[in-house]
């Protein structure tokens, strides 16, 4: 290729010396392209001059002696293609302009319009492997979603089957609507013709859905933090309480526990243990009042000087009334210890219970005002898709997400690395 541009380059710097050489000589040149050696014994006579022009033009950019030579030889040969010269380097940037137009994207010109996903800073392997572990809990729910895109276009069949996968994943009919016109809005608007990029599009939409959701619980704004919790019978609320105590302990917070669960077996004992294990202290009464052992456990940490109090209350049903005005009772009862607590009421939900947990969220609510929640047991048949009911019907804060019964598999809840992990 090199050698290419080179005889081109030469050939092209030779009108230069045409006004020197007489006219016999590019006739004389003629026969060049059959016999190289007739012309350059006849051109030597009559143009001396115009070699040894040519010579010295061509010594100037190098400075051995022996190729200028041989250039004043090639220039004498390529008056007859001179003409045709200007014609080669034309044609030349066409090429480059048409690699450039293959090599655009993966799908070559199946975007009309640039699509930014934005992608995800690697995690700490201490993060990675429990973004992992979450990612093999919801894998059934993902193999299903993105089994929708292994198509080659992008057609109402694909977004009907999107839809089914997107309801039976939990993800409730106001989500999957709302998912799926964002979709077909976003493949209007940029031209998107591949199935792969649709998915893609799906990923960046629900991150947004879900993006209301990422709040971190903050701590150390009132001392101590009440944190009152609830939820369900066999939601997980004690053992997401151990969980969280250990998260509190290991950023430098003093924890209180208060077993104010009197109704079910072995309740006590139970945080009993989890208190052993993330050694802090607890408050717990045998058969005591559930509102007198927050009311204790409150003025307990205010004078201790704790940072946070974790009250644990028995899990009851939204539907047992009886049992919901007794936890508006208990919040009252805290509200008299400290004016301002509870300063967070945590509802800790299912993550196998499906749209249910949409009504419970509700249910307690309406309630008790919650400020966060606590998702459990992603790590068997969940489906997930539940967080995206939640986010468009009653968007409260997740502070955190479990995927196991071990003390470091209770995490803290990111929307992008969610979305990626439901739709892998």
């Given at each position: 290729?090199?050698?290419?541009?080179?005889?081109?380059?030469?050939?092209?710097?030779?009108?230069?010396?045409?006004?020197?050489?007489?006219?016999?000589?590019?006739?004389?040149?003629?026969?060049?392209?059959?016999?190289?050696?007739?012309?350059?014994?006849?051109?030597?006579?009559?143009?001396?001059?115009?070699?040894t022009?040519?010579?010295?033009?061509?010594?100037?950019?190098?400075?051995?002696?022996?190729?200028?030579?041989?250039?004043?030889?090639?220039?004498?040969?390529?008056?007859?293609?001179?003409?045709?010269?200007?014609?080669?380097?034309?044609?030349?940037?066409?090429?480059?302009?048409?690699?450039?137009?293959?090599?655009?994207?993966?799908?070559?010109?199946?975007?009309?319009?640039?699509?930014?996903?934005?992608?995800?800073?690697?995690?700490?392997?201490?993060?990675?492997?429990?973004?992992?572990?979450?990612?093999?809990?919801?894998?059934?729910?993902a193999?299903?979603?993105?089994?929708v895109?292994?198509?080659?276009?992008?057609?109402?069949a694909?977004?009907?089957d999107?839809?089914?996968?997107?309801l039976?994943?939990?993800?409730?009919?106001?989500?999957?609507?709302?998912?799926?016109?964002?979709?077909?809005?976003?493949?209007?608007?940029?031209?998107?013709?591949?199935?792969?990029?649709?998915?893609?599009?799906?990923?960046?939409?629900?991150?947004?859905?879900?993006?209301?959701?990422?709040?971190?619980l903050?701590?150390?704004?009132?001392?101590?933090?009440?944190?009152?919790?609830?939820?369900?019978?066999?939601?997980?609320?004690?053992?997401?309480?151990?969980?969280?105590?250990?998260?509190?302990?290991?950023?430098?917070?003093?924890?209180?526990?208060?077993?104010?669960?009197?109704?079910?077996?072995?309740?006590?004992?139970?945080?009993?243990?989890?208190?052993?294990?993330?050694?802090?202290?607890?408050?717990?009464?045998?058969?005591?009042?559930?509102?007198?052992?927050?009311?204790?456990?409150?003025?307990?940490?205010?004078?201790?000087?704790?940072?946070?109090?974790?009250?644990?209350?028995?899990?009851?049903?939204?539907?047992?009334?009886?049992?919901?005005e007794?936890?508006?009772?208990?919040?009252?009862?805290?509200?008299?210890?400290?004016?301002?607590?509870p300063?967070?009421?945590?509802?800790?939900?299912?993550?196998?219970?499906?749209?249910?947990?949409?009504?419970?969220?509700?249910?307690?609510?309406?309630?008790?005002?919650?400020?966060?929640?606590?998702?459990?047991?992603?790590?068997?048949?969940?489906?997930?898709?539940?967080?995206?009911?939640?986010?468009?019907?009653?968007?409260?804060?997740?502070?955190?997400?479990?995927?196991?019964?071990?003390?470091?598999?209770?995490?803290?809840?990111?929307?992008?690395?969610?979305?990626?992990?439901?739709?892998?």
């Open positions: 290729m090199f050698s290419f541009f080179k005889k081109k380059f030469l050939s092209s710097s030779t009108p230069a010396a045409e006004p020197l050489a007489p006219a016999p000589a590019p006739e004389a040149a003629a026969p060049a392209p059959q016999v190289p050696a007739a012309p350059a014994v006849g051109a030597v006579p009559p143009a001396p001059a115009a070699s022009t040519a010579a010295e033009v061509r010594a100037e950019p190098s400075t051995p002696s022996a190729p200028p030579a041989v250039a004043a030889t090639q220039t004498a040969q390529t008056p007859v293609a001179a003409p045709a010269a200007p014609v080669a380097p034309a044609a030349a940037p066409e090429a480059p302009a048409s690699t450039a137009w293959g090599s655009g994207s993966l799908i070559g010109s199946a975007l009309v319009a640039p699509i930014e996903i934005p992608v995800a800073p690697a995690a700490p392997p201490e993060r990675q492997k429990w973004l992992d572990k979450l990612k093999a809990g919801l894998g059934k729910t193999a299903s979603i993105s089994g895109f292994g198509g080659s276009q992008i057609d109402e694909l977004y009907e999107l839809e089914g996968a997107l039976m994943a939990d993800a409730g009919v106001a989500a999957t609507q709302l998912l799926t016109d964002a979709l077909r809005k976003k493949v209007k608007a940029t031209g998107v013709t591949h199935p792969t990029a649709l998915k893609n599009i799906l990923i960046a939409e629900l991150t947004e859905l879900l993006q209301p959701l990422q709040k971190p903050v701590i150390g704004e009132h001392t101590p933090t009440v944190i009152m919790v609830a939820g369900v019978n066999g939601a997980g609320k004690t053992t997401s309480i151990g969980k969280l105590t250990k998260h509190l302990a290991d950023s430098n917070a003093s924890v209180l526990l208060a077993a104010a669960d009197t109704f079910r077996a072995a309740a006590r004992e139970q945080l009993t243990v989890w208190a052993d294990r993330n050694t802090v202290e607890i408050v717990s009464q045998e058969g005591g009042d559930p509102a007198a052992v927050s009311y204790d456990s409150v003025t307990a940490g205010k004078a201790r000087g704790k940072d946070v109090v974790l009250i644990d209350t028995a899990g009851r049903l939204p539907t047992q009334l009886h049992l919901m007794e936890l508006k009772k208990i919040k009252r009862v805290i509200g008299k210890a400290d004016g301002t607590a300063h967070e009421v945590l509802l800790v939900i299912d993550g196998n219970t499906g749209q249910n947990a949409v009504a419970q969220v509700k249910a307690f609510d309406d309630a008790l005002g919650l400020t966060g929640l606590i998702v459990t047991k992603l790590d068997g048949t969940a489906k997930g898709g539940v967080l995206a009911a939640i986010a468009r019907e009653r968007p409260i804060p997740v502070y955190f997400i479990g995927v196991g019964e071990k003390l470091d598999e209770l995490e803290t809840f990111n929307a992008r690395e969610f979305a990626q992990a439901l739709l892998a």
